[in-house]
C-alpha cells in the first residue's frame, strides 16, 4: 500500500467523522425544535382550558352575554382542534381554517370588550395572512401562543375587574309562585336611563346563570319545560353597552303549580241576608257573565256581578233549584213544593210560562235537582226521586221522559239522578250514589256510559271539554272521559253540589257547608 492511498483512507475517515457530527448536529437542533413546539403547543391547550374556565364565570358574573360566550366557547374549540392537528403532526385542514377565519370574524363582530376585540383582531390578523396554511414548526407557533396566551390574559382581567358598573342595579325582581300554572312571570321595577335588561336563570346543569332574554321589557313570562314546585332562580342587570351597565339585582325564585287553574276568589258566608248562604245548591251564568245561585234552605236566586259582587234577589221560590237561560235572554227558574216547578221569567222577570206540580205524571215531579237547554231551546228537567229526565219546548210543552240513572254494581240505594248538561247533540247525566257518566241522545236512548272514578254532581259544558263536581275537586275532561284534569282539589271543604263555567273558562262552584261560592281562573 502506497502513501497516497493512507492519506486517501485518512481524508475519507475525517470525511465521515465530519458528516457523522454534522448529522448529529441536525438531530439535535431537530429534537430543540421539536421540544419547543411541544412545549408551545402544550401551553396554548392549557390556555384555551383556562379561558374556558373563566368565560364560565364571566357568564355567572354576567359581565359577558350569552352571545359573546357562545362564539368565544366556539373559538377555543376551533383552536383546540388546531393543536390536536400541531400535536399529531397531521397537515393542516384547509377547511378547517376557512372556517376556523370564519369563526374569528364572528367572534370579533359579537364580542363588545375592548380588550378582547383587539386581541382577536390580533388572530384575524394572524390567520388572514395565510400564515397557518403551512405545517406548522415551532418558530411559526411562537406568534400564535403569544396571541392565545395575549386573550387569555385579557379574559382572566375581565373576570377579577370590578362589577359596580355606572347605572343604579333593577329592583324588585318578582318571580311567581305557582300563580300562572306551567308559567314563571318575572318583574321588576323600570329603571331611569334604562334602556336595555338582560334576564338570567340559573341552570342547575351547568351551575352557572344563563342569558335568557333581552330587551326593553321588565317583565317576561317564562315557558320553559318546568317540574312543578322547582324553584327557578332569575336575576337581571341593565346592559346599554359594553361602558355603560349596571350591577345585578338581587334573586328571586318562582316555580310552576303544574296546574292549568287556580282560586280566584270566593264571596258569600253563612246566613241569610244578601250575599248570604245557607244550602246554596245550584249554580247559573247568563250571557253577560253575572252569576246565579239558588239557596234551596233559604228560597232564592240571588244575582251577583262576574266579581261576585250581589246584584239583587232574582227569584224567590220554595227549595229553589235549577237555572238556565233561552237563547233570547229569558231566564227557566225551578223550585219544588209549590203549584208551579217551573217558571220562564222575561227580561223584566214577569212570568212567560209555569207549569208542573208534586207528583209522578208527564208534567209533575218528585223533585228538581238540575235543568238543562239544547240549541233548539228545549229544556231538560232532571227529576232525582223519580228517577226520569224530562223534556221540554220552550214553551213548556211535554215532549218526552226516560229513566236517566241506573245502580251501580254494589249500590244499595236507589238510583238517582242529579247533573244534566246538552253537549256536542248529546245529554250528559250523573249521579251522586255512583261514579256513573251517563249519556242519551236528544230522544233519550241510551248511548254508552263511563265511569269517572267519583261520585258526581253538577256537570256542565264548555268548547270542547265537560267539567264535573267530584269528590273535593272538578274534573276537566272530554267527551269520552279520557283525559282528565283535576281543578281545585283539596280547597273545597267537602260537597259542591252546583256549577257554572263562564265565557272566559273562568269555574265557579258552590261549596255547600263553607256557605260559599269559589271561582277559579285558568292560567
Not at 229 to 241: A, E, L
Not at 355 to 384: H, Q, R
Request: aromatic fraction near 10%; glycine fraction near 6%; charged fraction near 20%.
Amino acid at each position: 500500500m502506497t502513501l497516497k492511498f493512507f492519506k486517501n483512507l485518512a481524508l475519507s475517515l475525517l470525511m465521515m467523522s465530519c458528516a457523522t457530527l454534522i448529522s448529529c448536529q441536525k438531530n439535535d437542533d431537530i429534537k430543540k425544535q421539536l421540544a419547543e413546539l411541544t412545549t408551545r403547543v402544550n401551553n396554548i391547550e392549557n390556555q384555551l382550558i383556562q379561558i374556558n374556565k373563566d368565560l364560565n364565570i364571566l357568564q355567572q358574573q354576567g359581565k359577558l352575554n350569552t352571545d359573546e360566550i357562545t362564539v368565544l366557547k366556539a373559538l377555543t374549540a376551533s383552536l383546540s382542534t388546531l393543536t390536536d392537528d400541531i400535536k399529531n403532526n397531521t397537515s393542516l385542514n384547509l377547511k378547517e381554517i376557512e372556517a376556523l377565519k370564519i369563526l374569528i370574524q364572528q367572534t370579533a363582530t359579537t364580542v363588545q370588550v375592548n380588550d378582547l376585540k383587539q386581541t382577536i383582531n390580533q388572530l384575524s390578523d394572524l390567520i388572514a395572512s395565510n400564515y397557518l396554511e403551512q405545517q406548522l414548526s415551532s418558530q411559526n407557533t411562537a406568534k400564535l401562543n403569544a396571541i392565545i396566551e395575549q386573550l387569555a390574559g385579557d379574559v382572566a382581567k375581565l373576570k377579577s375587574g370590578a362589577q359596580d358598573g355606572t347605572l343604579d342595579r333593577p329592583i324588585n325582581l318578582k318571580a311567581s309562585k305557582g300563580s300562572f300554572g306551567n308559567r314563571v312571570i318575572v318583574s321588576w321595577t323600570p329603571m331611569p336611563t334604562a334602556k336595555n335588561y338582560q334576564l338570567f336563570k340559573f341552570n342547575y346543569n351547568t351551575g352557572i346563570y344563563d342569558m335568557i332574554t333581552q330587551g326593553a321589557d321588565t317583565s317576561f313570562t317564562d315557558l320553559s319545560s318546568f317540574e312543578a314546585y322547582k324553584k327557578s332562580f332569575y336575576k337581571v342587570k341593565i346592559v346599554n353597552s359594553s361602558s355603560e351597565f349596571s350591577p345585578f339585582s338581587d334573586v328571586d325564585y318562582g316555580y310552576t303549580s303544574g296546574l292549568n287553574f287556580s282560586k280566584y276568589f270566593s264571596f258569600g258566608y253563612e246566613g241569610t241576608g244578601p250575599g248570604q248562604f245557607q244550602f246554596a245548591m245550584h249554580v247559573e251564568v247568563d250571557a253577560n257573565n253575572n252569576i246565579y245561585v239558588s239557596d234551596d234552605y233559604i228560597g232564592t236566586v240571588q244575582k251577583f256581578d262576574k266579581l261576585g259582587k250581589f246584584q239583587e234577589i232574582f227569584f224567590t221560590g220554595n227549595g229553589a233549584r235549577g237555572i238556565a237561560f233561552l237563547k233570547n235572554g229569558n231566564a227557566v227558574v225551578t223550585r219544588v213544593q209549590s203549584s208551579s216547578y217551573i217558571k220562564i221569567l222575561d227580561a223584566q222577570k214577569n212570568v212567560v210560562r209555569e207549569w208542573g206540580t208534586y207528583g209522578n205524571s208527564d208534567t209533575a215531579f218528585g223533585n228538581i235537582e238540575e235543568i238543562t237547554v239544547d240549541e233548539e231551546d228545549n229544556i231538560y228537567v232532571v227529576d232525582g226521586i223519580n228517577n226520569y229526565i224530562k223534556k221540554f219546548d220552550k214553551n213548556g210543552n211535554f215532549l218526552l221522559k226516560f229513566q236517566a240513572a241506573a245502580r251501580a254494581s254494589g249500590q244499595i240505594d236507589q238510583a238517582y239522578p242529579y247533573g244534566i248538561c246538552y253537549y256536542n247533540d248529546k245529554i250528559f247525566v250523573t249521579s251522586p250514589r255512583n261514579t256513573q257518566i251517563r249519556i242519551f241522545d236528544k230522544q233519550g236512548n241510551f248511548i254508552k256510559m263511563w265511569d269517572a272514578g267519583s261520585t258526581c254532581r253538577a256537570i256542565k259544558a264548555f268548547k270542547n271539554h265537560l267539567y264535573i263536581t267530584c269528590d273535593n275537586y272538578v274534573m276537566k275532561t272530554d267527551e269520552a272521559g279520557e283525559i282528565r284534569e283535576r281543578i281545585g282539589q283539596g280547597q273545597f271543604f267537602n260537597v259542591m253540589p252546583g256549577l257554572a263555567v263562564n265565557s272566559d273558562e273562568e269555574i265557579i262552584v258552590s261549596d255547600l257547608y263553607a256557605r260559599s261560592i269559589i271561582v277559579f281562573k285558568k292560567l
